[in-house]
C-alpha cells in the first residue's frame, strides 16, 4: 500500500481528489471502451471514486491508485452488466470480456507499453465521443470538462456563470443522445477524421478562451479554464503527433497562455497587449509554443486557421518590446487567415493590425466596412476598435460615443470598467 492513512483527515481528501483529478479521465475512457456507453462509464467510475473515498482513509492510497480504481470499476460493471432485468446476450458478452481483463491484469500488474498505447488510443477515442458533431456546442463543452476536465458540475457551472441545473441537464441531455444514437466508441479515419477534427479543437479552443477573456462576469480572465484546455491541447498533440493543426491549436494556447499573467494589474483589472509589462510574459510557455509552431509548420504544406494565428502570437511573443512587434507579417498572416475563415471577427483583428502597420485611417476604413455585418452587431469590440481608432485620428466627440456604446454592450464588468475609464478621459479631452 501506497501513502499511509490519516483517518479520513482533510489531507486524505485532499489526495483522493487530486488522485481523481489526474486519474479519471483514462479511467473513464476506459470504461467506456470496455461498456460501450459513457453514461455507464462516469457512473462506474464515480462508484469506484466512492469506494476509494470509504477504504482509502484507513488503508492508505494505493501505489498505483489508476490501477487499484479501475479495477474497482470492472468488478462494479460486471455486477452492473448482470444484475440487469433483461440481460441481453452482448451484456454477457460485455461481462465475460471484463472478468477475462481482470484476470490477465492480475497475472501481470505491470505497466508496459502496449497498456500505455490502450490508455491512449481510450482517450483519444473519448475526446471525439464527447465532441461528436450530434451534440450541440453548449453540451461538447460541458461533457468535455466533465469526462476529460475532471470538472464537476458545479464547477462548469461557475465558470461558465451558468446556472447549475442548465448545466446538468445539458450533461445528462448528452450522454442520453449518445446512447441514442449509438455513437461508436473510436477515431474516425481518413476524410471522417478530417471532417471532425476541427469540432474537436473548437470545444478546446473555446474553453481556453472564454479563459483567456472571460465573456461575462467580475473576473477579466479564468486561469483554471485555460490550464484545462492547455492540459487537453497537450494530451492531443501527443496521441495526434502527425496533424498540424492540433499542434497549431497547442502552439496557440501556449503562447497565448504564456501573457496570462500580465493581462491583469494587481486589483485584477484589465491590461492590454500593448500596455503589458513583458517581463513577465512566461518564457517557458514561449518556448513551448514556438515549438510545436515549428512542429504543426513542418507537417503542413498549407497552413490551417489555428498555425495561422500561432504565428500571430509568435510575432508579438519574439517582440521584447511593442515597438519590435512586425506588425506587417501580422498584417500578411492576417490575410490568409482571413481568405481561409471568412470571418468577420478576423477581419475586425485584420484591420487593428492594418491600423498599426500602416496608419489609423487605413485600419478605420476596413472597420467602417464591417458597420452593416450582421455577425458582428452587439459585439463590443467593433466600437471599441473604432474608438481606438477615432482618438488616434483626432475624433475625440466621436471616439466617446463609440467607446461609451462598447462600455454598454459587454458582459464582463472588468472590461466595461476599462472602457468607461476610457470615456472619462476622452471626455476630459
Not at 466617446?400 to 454592450?409: F, K, Q
Amino acid at each position: 500500500m501506497g501513502a499511509s492513512a490519516s483517518n479520513g483527515g482533510p489531507d486524505i481528501r485532499r489526495t483522493i481528489d487530486a488522485v481523481w483529478r489526474i486519474e479519471a479521465p483514462a479511467l473513464i475512457a476506459g470504461l467506456t471502451r470496455m461498456v460501450r456507453d459513457v453514461g455507464l462509464a462516469e457512473d462506474l467510475a464515480q462508484d469506484a471514486l466512492v469506494v476509494a473515498l470509504e477504504r482509502w482513509p484507513q488503508s492508505g492510497v494505493p501505489d498505483n491508485p489508476g490501477a487499484w480504481l479501475m479495477a474497482t470499476a470492472k468488478h462494479r460493471a460486471i455486477d452492473v452488466l448482470r444484475r440487469g432485468t433483461r440481460l441481453e446476450q452482448k451484456q454477457e458478452q460485455i461481462a465475460r470480456a471484463i472478468e477475462t481483463d481482470l484476470a490477465a491484469g492480475s497475472s501481470d500488474p505491470t505497466a508496459d507499453a502496449a497498456a500505455a498505447q490502450q490508455v491512449g488510443d481510450d482517450l483519444l477515442g473519448l475526446i471525439f465521443v464527447c465532441c461528436h458533431p450530434v451534440l450541440s456546442t453548449e453540451a461538447r463543452v460541458a461533457l468535455t470538462l466533465r469526462l476529460l476536465g475532471g470538472l464537476t458540475t458545479d464547477e462548469i457551472a461557475r465558470a461558465f456563470l451558468t446556472p447549475r441545473a442548465t448545466v446538468a441537464q445539458r450533461i445528462v441531455r448528452a450522454k442520453r443522445t449518445l446512447s441514442a444514437a449509438r455513437v461508436p466508441f473510436e477515431v474516425p479515419a481518413g476524410e471522417e477524421l478530417a471532417e471532425r477534427l476541427p469540432a474537436v479543437l473548437g470545444v478546446i479552443y473555446l474553453v481556453f478562451n472564454e479563459g483567456y477573456s472571460a465573456t461575462a462576469g467580475a473576473d477579466w480572465t479564468r486561469p483554471e479554464l485555460c490550464e484545462d484546455a492547455l492540459r487537453l491541447a497537450r494530451i492531443l498533440a501527443e496521441l495526434m503527433g502527425r496533424e498540424p493543426e492540433v499542434h497549431g491549436l497547442a502552439a496557440l494556447l501556449e503562447l497565448q497562455a504564456s501573457r496570462l499573467r500580465a493581462r491583469r494589474g494587481l486589483g485584477g483589472e484589465p491590461v492590454l497587449l500593448l500596455d503589458q509589462d513583458r517581463s513577465r510574459w512566461d518564457l517557458l510557455l514561449i518556448g513551448r509554443g514556438l515549438r510545436a509552431l515549428d512542429r504543426a509548420e513542418a507537417l503542413s504544406g498549407a497552413l490551417g486557421p489555428f498555425t495561422l494565428q500561432a504565428a500571430i502570437a509568435a510575432c508579438h511573443a519574439r517582440a521584447r518590446t511593442p515597438e519590435q512587434t512586425d506588425w506587417v507579417r501580422i498584417v500578411a498572416l492576417y490575410d490568409g487567415l482571413a481568405q481561409l475563415t471568412g470571418s468577420p471577427v478576423v477581419e475586425l483583428n485584420r484591420a487593428v493590425a492594418v491600423a498599426m502597420a500602416f496608419g489609423p485611417a487605413a485600419g478605420l476604413e476596413l472597420v467602417d466596412a464591417l458597420a452593416d455585418e450582421p455577425a458582428l452587431a452587439g459585439y463590443h469590440l467593433l466600437p471599441s476598435v473604432r474608438a481606438d481608432l477615432l482618438a488616434r485620428l483626432g475624433r475625440r466627440d466621436e471616439a466617446y460615443a463609440e467607446v461609451t456604446r462598447a462600455a454598454g454592450l459587454t458582459g464582463n464588468e472588468r472590461e466595461r470598467a476599462l472602457l468607461l475609464a476610457r470615456a472619462a478621459a476622452l471626455a476630459a479631452g
